[in-house]
């Protein structure tokens, strides 16, 4: 069993930047697939970013590649989602989830590919 908290969340103007931070107890993110998602109100959840159990690939939705970046520390047994000029359309409930696939460079994209969830943290962009 795992159980992850996200955090980092919060209001800030279109252009600016925000860490994201998802804290995992109960099993590992060092040896784990970590995928980002998000909702929006109205909308369903997406695929923002994902890196593998590895860490020697990641992937990102288009509508984040240049601007956000996914990364782990081991030591802290942590996720970062590192999010850089962030637009209107970033607006959303970001979710943090791991998932431990056999194959190491897997890089997982949808959101049954992941086994926990983290309960989200609110991101809201000022245009």
């Known amino acids: 069993q795992a159980r992850l908290v996200e955090s980092g969340g919060g209001l800030v103007q279109a252009g600016g930047s925000l860490r994201l931070s998802c804290a995992a107890s109960?099993?590992?993110?060092?040896?784990?697939?970590v995928g980002w998602f998000r909702q929006a109100p109205g909308k369903e959840r997406e695929f923002v970013a994902a890196?593998?159990?590895?860490?020697?690939?990641?992937d990102y939705a288009e509508s984040v590649k240049g601007r956000f970046t996914i990364s782990r520390d081991n030591a802290e047994n942590t996720a970062y989602l590192q999010m850089n000029s962030l637009k209107y359309a970033d607006t959303a409930v970001y979710y943090c989830?791991?998932?431990?696939?056999?194959?190491?460079?897997?890089?997982?994209?949808?959101?049954?590919?992941?086994?926990?969830w983290g309960q989200g943290t609110q991101v809201t962009v000022s245009s």
């Open positions: 989830a791991v998932g431990y696939p056999p194959i190491p460079i897997v890089v997982r994209t949808t959101a049954r590919g992941y086994d926990y």
């Open positions: 109960g099993r590992t993110v060092s040896t784990a697939a």
């Open positions: 890196i593998s159990r590895n860490g020697g690939k990641t």
